[in-house]
């Protein structure tokens, strides 16, 4: 990894109260990369091939922490199986029957509309963090 890729996760790991360990930023580099939104055991697989070992345990309890401190998504796919996204931003989540994947589509346009929509419809003392919105096709 380079220098500047290398304290580009750290900072966003230290970001978020966590210690920026080798295992940590090896973790978030390739799922940053990866746009599959991978399951634990692909993410792993491609850690391996990219020359990173670690226990399946310990790749699990990153992702929970990465998960817990809103550092990346947690989805479950159409067979109920736990997936992540590092992208965080507003995106659309498009979810495929026939061969269970899961896309991204993009759009600000929809991200405003959706945002003004719900500043006028929800009562005023709910703010909102995030909106997600998936479909399935």
């Not at 966590?18 to 940590?24: D, E, N, S, V």
């Not at 990346?72 to 992208?87: C, G, H, P, T, Y």
């Amino acid at each position: 990894m380079k220098n500047k890729e290398i304290q580009m996760y750290t900072d966003m790991i230290r970001g978020v109260g966590l210690k920026a360990t080798p295992q940590r930023i090896s973790v978030l580099k390739v799922l940053s990369a990866m746009t599959s939104h991978p399951s634990a055991d692909m993410l792993m697989d491609t850690l391996e091939d990219q020359g990173y070992v670690m226990s399946v345990g310990t790749i699990y309890n990153i992702l929970e922490t990465f998960s817990e401190k809103g550092l990346i998504l947690k989805l479950k796919d159409n067979q109920e199986v736990m997936r992540f996204d590092a992208n965080t931003k507003f995106h659309v989540h498009i979810y495929n029957d026939t061969n269970n994947g899961i896309s991204d589509f993009f759009d600000p346009e929809l991200e405003v509309l959706l945002s003004d929509y719900f500043k006028e419809k929800l009562p005023g003392k709910i703010d909102l963090n995030r909106i997600e919105l998936s479909l399935y096709a």
